[in-house]
Nanobody, 124 residues
Framework: QSQLVASGGGLVQPGGSLRLSCTTS????????IGWFRQAPGKEREGVSS????????VYVDSVKGRFTISRDSAENTVYLQMNSLKPEDTAVYYC?????????????????WGRGTQVTVSS
């Protein structure tokens, strides 16, 4: 059974950093575009960042540009989301998802596999 697992969340103070990991079992993450999404209480799910199959294309939502970096490690079959300069408004459950496309995008309806999320809380 194919699965994605997001990990690395936690409690961090404003201005701090976290690195989220998205690992898979049952398939090679290198064959899919991988996206990170988040959902805060009472809010709609929001696309945060995506990386194409080859890793040569990435996209970010405007609110995280310059602070978050997405990358993939084929040897580890893992996609990372490095989050720096975290703000309280970044607090949410973060999910990773896999899309059967070869380009980076943040359209949730075009993601085929979703993993369980990891909680990120930014608070002093």
């Amino acid at each position: 059974q194919s699965q994605l697992v997001a990990s690395g969340g936690g409690l961090v103070q404003p201005g701090g950093s976290l690195r989220l990991s998205c690992t898979t079992s049952g398939f090679n993450v290198g064959y899919f575009t991988i996206g990170w999404f988040r959902q805060a209480p009472g809010k709609e799910r929001e696309g945060v960042s995506s990386i194409s199959t080859g890793g040569d294309s990435t996209v970010y939502v405007d609110s995280v540009k310059g602070r978050f970096t997405i990358s993939r490690d084929s040897a580890e079959n893992t996609v990372y989301l490095q989050m720096n300069s975290l703000k309280p408004e970044d607090t949410a459950v973060y999910y990773c998802a896999a899309s059967n496309t070869d380009y980076a995008h943040l359209a949730p309806q075009d993601y085929d596999y979703w993993g369980r999320g990891t909680q990120v809380t930014v608070s002093s």
